[in-house]
């Protein structure tokens, strides 16, 4: 590309912008800046008007803010039905990528009028890096990429940032560029609506990040504007009259409440996902679910340094190309080669949270067990239900290119000392739990991890079935500083050192502050100051009657 071609973009979107200022979108500007179109025409690959759109969006945006309707026809000065003769290139800008579109929460709901507009950043970055315009439909990776986009849709809709028929249209786009996945081929083959399409696509993002089902409330709140046809669409479905209930792809869970009633994927549509390489560990859904590792947000922890170096340890083991040179070693030794760890140490300490960052990082799916709440479950059939997990488990990882994790998160409840067999049903029950997970974890070949809080009581027959053992420690005062300086940058230096040294916080309690100044700022409008938040730490601590004075400095 040559040298100046920048300048010469700008200078064209410069020169349209000028001539164009209050022309009324007369014939005699289109023939005044018509090089200039032609110039960058050529460059977007887009028509002379796309590109004369285009042009005072750029402009606009580096004026200010995002671009509406209202801002095009104040610059030019027209009459806003001749501009939106040309709504269909402004369709064409959005559906390419070169614009970013959305939803106005406060202006009337009339087609283009609460649009809000923005000339893609990787369009703008292109420019100034003197370097040609990209493709701009960004193609996503992979069907689950997809799923999550649909997901992120879906909330904008529901956060009001999207209107319910953009959403639809651009399922309806999606359909049709992404037949490739076989999945999308097969939501195609059926013969679905826009609307249907959607709801059993986002159906299908809930069901493998770990929810069951979704209320039809909430449905159709997201889906609808108008309650006249959000309720008949709600109907259709409750009558047995929707596409989805008739094709057994959805199937209706009553409550008692009948906005609270749950849909949720059939068994068929669970054996479409399978068949279409959507991975799903369902069986026993209720006790237990697959987390992929990019379904997971990044999350920064910090450690004391001695935690930091066990547990960078085991994170490099986790590695696909460590963990094999591993495994082949051990199995030449006629060693275990199973890696299991135990995390354990005072709730808030991030363990939980670590194992989902060494999932992410090292691109693990987690099958997950919270075991205080499934082990309910487990009474009266412990010794089929528990051996299943591992059962399945090993299954699962053989369908896996790469070995997931099974967790037993907060697993205090079946790792502790064991008690006599005498003394009750229960304490039986858990004795034979206890004896199937440690016949299962003496030959175990994959990857297990336990967290804990009350690893004090934990029974000596585990601790030799754990290869790590790592007590995570409430972090010291620097540590904790680092973090309230990453999750309240506002604060000075010297405040986050006081905070940290006044207040005995993990970094979950951390947190818990940390959410309620983002409440306070998005109610009350500016960031809280520092009063503010030494009394969320007080609330914290459950001290407010014993408040403790402390000097600290004015954000």
């Known amino acids: 590309m040559e040298t100046g071609i920048k300048n010469r973009i700008l200078q064209s979107i410069g020169n349209v912008f000028d001539k164009s200022e209050a022309s009324k979108l007369e014939d005699k500007l289109f023939r005044e800046i018509e090089s200039d179109l032609a110039v960058l025409s050529a460059y977007f690959r887009t028509t002379p008007m796309q590109a004369f759109i285009l042009a005072h969006i750029f402009a606009l945006n580096y004026k200010g803010d995002t671009v509406d309707f209202s801002d095009l026809v104040d610059h030019l000065k027209c009459n806003p039905m001749k501009l939106l003769v040309y709504n269909n290139d402004i369709e064409t800008l959005w559906s390419k ?3 970013i579109r959305e939803r106005s929460r406060h202006r009337p709901e009339v087609s283009l009028s609460n649009d809000q507009f923005t000339v893609s950043e990787t369009i703008t970055q292109a420019i100034l890096d003197n370097k040609p315009v990209p493709e701009t439909t960004e ?11 649909i997901n992120d849709m879906a909330e904008k809709s529901n956060d009001k940032m999207l209107h319910p028929m953009e959403l639809f249209e651009r399922i309806r786009l999606i359909i049709e560029a992404y037949q490739e996945y076989s999945l999308i081929k097969k939501v195609k083959q059926m013969k679905l609506g826009d609307k249907d399409a959607f709801l059993f696509l986002y159906l299908t993002w809930k069901t493998i990040t770990g929810t069951e089902s979704v209320s039809i409330g909430t449905i159709g709140d997201m889906m609808f504007r108008n309650q006249v046809k959000k309720i008949a669409y709600i109907q259709k479905i409750l009558n047995n009259e929707n596409d989805l209930i008739t094709k057994e792809l959805l199937e209706i869970v ?8 749950q849909l949720k994927l059939t068994d068929l549509s669970l054996a479409i996902l399978q068949e279409n390489g959507i991975k799903l560990f369902v069986k026993n859904k209720r006790n237990r679910q697959v987390v992929a590792p990019e379904t997971i947000p990044f999350k920064q922890l910090f450690y004391n340094d001695e935690n930091k170096k066990q547990l960078e340890l085991v994170e490099n083991s986790l590695k696909e190309r460590n963990l094999r040179k591993i495994q082949k070693r051990l199995s030449g030794k006629n060693l275990p080669q199973g890696i299991t760890v135990l995390l354990y140490g005072p709730p808030g300490t991030g363990k939980t949270e670590t194992v989902f960052q060494w999932a992410k990082r090292t691109n693990r799916e987690i099958i997950r067990l919270d075991i205080s709440r499934s082990k309910s479950f487990w009474f009266g059939e412990s010794e089929k239900i528990v051996k299943k997990i591992f059962t399945d488990y090993r299954t699962y990882a053989r369908q896996c290119k790469i070995t997931p994790i099974l967790l037993f998160n907060e697993a205090d409840a079946i790792i502790t000392k064991r008690v006599n067999r005498s003394e009750s049903p229960v304490s039986q029950t858990e004795n034979d739990i206890q004896n199937i997970i440690l016949e299962e974890l003496e030959h175990f070949e994959g990857i297990f991890i336990a967290t804990t809080n009350l690893a004090e009581n934990l029974d000596s027959a585990f ?3 754990f290869l790590f053992k790592i007590k995570l420690e409430k972090p010291e005062v620097s540590v904790k500083a680092r973090i309230w300086k990453s999750k309240l940058k506002s604060l000075s230096i010297s405040n986050c050192k006081l905070l940290a040294g006044r207040f005995d916080f993990s970094g979950g309690q951390i947190d818990n502050v940390v959410r309620k100044t983002e409440m306070n ?6 960031p809280p100051e520092m009063e503010n938040i030494v009394r ?3 609330e914290e601590e459950m001290q407010k009657s014993t408040r403790i004075k402390i000097g600290y400095l004015k954000n």
């Open 97 to 99: 990528g070169l614009i």
């Open 521 to 526: 700022e998005i109610i009350y409008g500016p």
């Open 463 to 465: 601790d030799r079935r």
């Open 536 to 538: 969320f730490c007080e």
């Open 139 to 149: 193609k996503i990776g992979n069907v689950i990429g997809l799923l999550e986009k």
């Open 254 to 261: 009553p409550e008692k409440f009948f906005h609270d009633t």
